[in-house]
C-alpha cells in the first residue's frame, strides 16, 4: 500500500460528531455551558436527543446558554441551571435541584473553568484556579455520584489541558500562600484534573460502579478562557497565538465528545488530538503524563480534597 492510500484510510478513520450515537433518553449535565467548549459540547448532546442540563455561573449566563442551543437545535431539551463552581454552597444547591429533580444521570461533563488570572481566592477561601477547576467539580461529581451511579452508561468526562504536563501540587501551600503563578497554579489546577479522573477511575473499579471515568483536553483551542483571566503580557500573547495556530471550539470539544458518546470508549481513557504536538485536529487516544498515574498522587489529592471540600465518596 503507498503512503497515499494509507493516509486516506487514516483520515477517513478520524472521528466526527457524526459518529455520535443517539442520546435520545440520556441527561447530561455539562458545566460552563454558555460558552466556548461547554457550548459546543452541549449543541452537540441536545442536537443528538440528550435533555442538557446547561449549567452556568449565573441566571443571565445559563438562560444565554439555553437560548443558544435552542438556536442550533430547536427541538432540544434544555434546562439552564446556576451553578458556581467557586462556590460550594452553590455546587451543594445544583446537586440538590438535580437530585430532586432527577431521578437519574447519565453523562457528566465537568468542563467549566478559569484560566491564569491574577491572585484570587473562591468564597471558601482556595486559590481560585484550584478552588474552582478541581475543588468545585470533585465535590459536584461526589455529590451527583448517586444519581449517576442509576444511569445508562454513565460517563465522567473531566476536561484537562496540554497544560496538566509540567503541572506539580505543592503540598504544603495548596492555597498559595506563598507562592502564587497565574500559569504555574492554572498547570496544577489541569494537572489535579488529570489525577483525579485516573484515581475516579480506579476508585469506581474497585467499588464495582459502573460509571466510566474518562479525561480529555481540547488542544489549543480558541475560547474566551484566554482573554477572561490572563492580564499583562499573557494577555497580549494570547491574542496573537489564538489567530495564528488556535482550532475553534467546537474542534476542541471533540475530545470530550468521544469521551461523552463513544460507545467503545473505556473508563480510563484520555482523548486529545491527534495533530502534532496534540494541539489540533480530530481526537484520538492520548497518554496523561506519567505523574498523573501515580497511586499515592491519587489517593493523597483525594483525601485532601475530600477535607477541603467536605464532601466525601468513594473513600477506601
Given at each position: 500500500?503507498?503512503p497515499?492510500?494509507?493516509?486516506?484510510?487514516?483520515?477517513?478513520?478520524?472521528w466526527?460528531?457524526?459518529e455520535?450515537?443517539?442520546?435520545?433518553?440520556?441527561?447530561a449535565?455539562?458545566t460552563?455551558?454558555?460558552s466556548?467548549?461547554?457550548?459546543?459540547?452541549?449543541k452537540?448532546?441536545?442536537?443528538?436527543?440528550?435533555t442538557v442540563?446547561?449549567?452556568?455561573?449565573?441566571a443571565?449566563?445559563?438562560?444565554?446558554?439555553?437560548?443558544?442551543?435552542?438556536?442550533?437545535?430547536?427541538?432540544?431539551?434544555v434546562?439552564?441551571?446556576?451553578?458556581?463552581?467557586?462556590?460550594?454552597?452553590?455546587?451543594?444547591?445544583?446537586?440538590?435541584?438535580?437530585?430532586?429533580?432527577?431521578?437519574?444521570?447519565?453523562?457528566?461533563v465537568?468542563?467549566?473553568?478559569?484560566?491564569?488570572?491574577p491572585?484570587?481566592?473562591?468564597?471558601?477561601?482556595?486559590?481560585?484556579?484550584?478552588g474552582t477547576?478541581?475543588?468545585?467539580?470533585?465535590a459536584?461529581?461526589?455529590?451527583l455520584?448517586e444519581?449517576?451511579?442509576?444511569?445508562?452508561?454513565?460517563?465522567?468526562?473531566?476536561?484537562?489541558s496540554?497544560?496538566?504536563?509540567p503541572?506539580k501540587?505543592?503540598?504544603?501551600d495548596?492555597d498559595?500562600?506563598r507562592h502564587?503563578?497565574?500559569?504555574?497554579?492554572?498547570q496544577?489546577?489541569k494537572?489535579a484534573?488529570a489525577?483525579?479522573?485516573?484515581?475516579?477511575?480506579r476508585r469506581?473499579?474497585?467499588?464495582q460502579?459502573?460509571i466510566?471515568?474518562?479525561?480529555?483536553?481540547?488542544?489549543?483551542?480558541?475560547?474566551n478562557?484566554?482573554f477572561a483571566?490572563?492580564?499583562g503580557?499573557?494577555k497580549?500573547?494570547?491574542?496573537?497565538?489564538?489567530?495564528?495556530?488556535?482550532?475553534?471550539?467546537?474542534?476542541?470539544?471533540?475530545p470530550?465528545?468521544?469521551?461523552?458518546?463513544?460507545?467503545?470508549?473505556?473508563?480510563g481513557?484520555?482523548?486529545?488530538?491527534?495533530g502534532i504536538g496534540?494541539?489540533?485536529?480530530?481526537?484520538?487516544?492520548?497518554?496523561?503524563?506519567?505523574r498523573?498515574?501515580?497511586a499515592?498522587?491519587?489517593?493523597?489529592?483525594?483525601?485532601?480534597?475530600?477535607?477541603m471540600?467536605g464532601?466525601?465518596?468513594?473513600?477506601?
Amino acid at each position: 500500500m503507498d503512503p497515499g492510500e494509507t493516509n486516506l484510510e487514516d483520515e477517513m478513520a478520524r472521528w466526527t460528531t457524526n459518529e455520535i450515537p443517539d442520546q435520545s433518553g440520556r441527561t447530561a449535565v455539562v458545566t460552563g455551558a454558555n460558552s466556548g467548549l461547554g457550548l459546543a459540547t452541549a449543541k452537540r448532546l441536545a442536537a443528538a436527543g440528550a435533555t442538557v442540563v446547561a449549567a452556568a455561573r449565573s441566571a443571565e449566563k445559563a438562560e444565554s446558554a439555553r437560548e443558544q442551543i435552542l438556536a442550533a437545535a430547536p427541538q432540544a431539551r434544555v434546562e439552564p441551571q446556576v451553578l458556581d463552581l467557586a462556590q460550594l454552597a452553590s455546587v451543594r444547591e445544583f446537586a440538590a435541584t438535580l437530585a430532586r429533580d432527577h431521578e437519574r444521570l447519565d453523562l457528566l461533563v465537568n468542563n467549566a473553568g478559569v484560566m491564569m488570572p491574577p491572585r484570587q481566592r473562591t468564597a471558601d477561601g482556595f486559590e481560585l484556579q484550584f478552588g474552582t477547576n478541581h475543588l468545585g467539580h470533585f465535590a459536584l461529581t461526589g455529590l451527583l455520584l448517586e444519581r449517576l451511579a442509576a444511569g445508562s452508561d454513565a460517563r465522567v468526562v473531566t476536561v484537562s489541558s496540554l497544560e496538566h504536563r509540567p503541572g506539580k501540587i505543592d503540598w504544603d501551600d495548596l492555597d498559595s500562600e506563598r507562592h502564587y503563578s497565574p500559569r504555574g497554579n492554572y498547570q496544577r489546577s489541569k494537572f489535579a484534573n488529570a489525577v483525579f479522573g485516573i484515581e475516579l477511575d480506579r476508585r469506581l473499579r474497585e467499588a464495582q460502579i459502573s460509571i466510566k471515568s474518562l479525561l480529555a483536553h481540547p488542544g489549543y483551542s480558541d475560547t474566551n478562557l484566554q482573554f477572561a483571566g490572563p492580564t499583562g503580557p499573557m494577555k497580549l500573547l494570547f491574542q496573537f497565538t489564538n489567530r495564528l495556530i488556535a482550532q475553534g471550539a467546537a474542534a476542541g470539544a471533540l475530545p470530550q465528545l468521544r469521551a461523552a458518546t463513544d460507545p467503545d470508549a473505556n473508563g480510563g481513557e484520555f482523548f486529545g488530538p491527534d495533530g502534532i504536538g496534540e494541539f489540533r485536529g480530530a481526537p484520538k487516544l492520548v497518554r496523561p503524563v506519567d505523574r498523573a498515574r501515580d497511586a499515592e498522587t491519587g489517593r493523597r489529592l483525594w483525601e485532601v480534597s475530600e477535607t477541603m471540600t467536605g464532601v466525601e465518596f468513594l473513600s477506601g
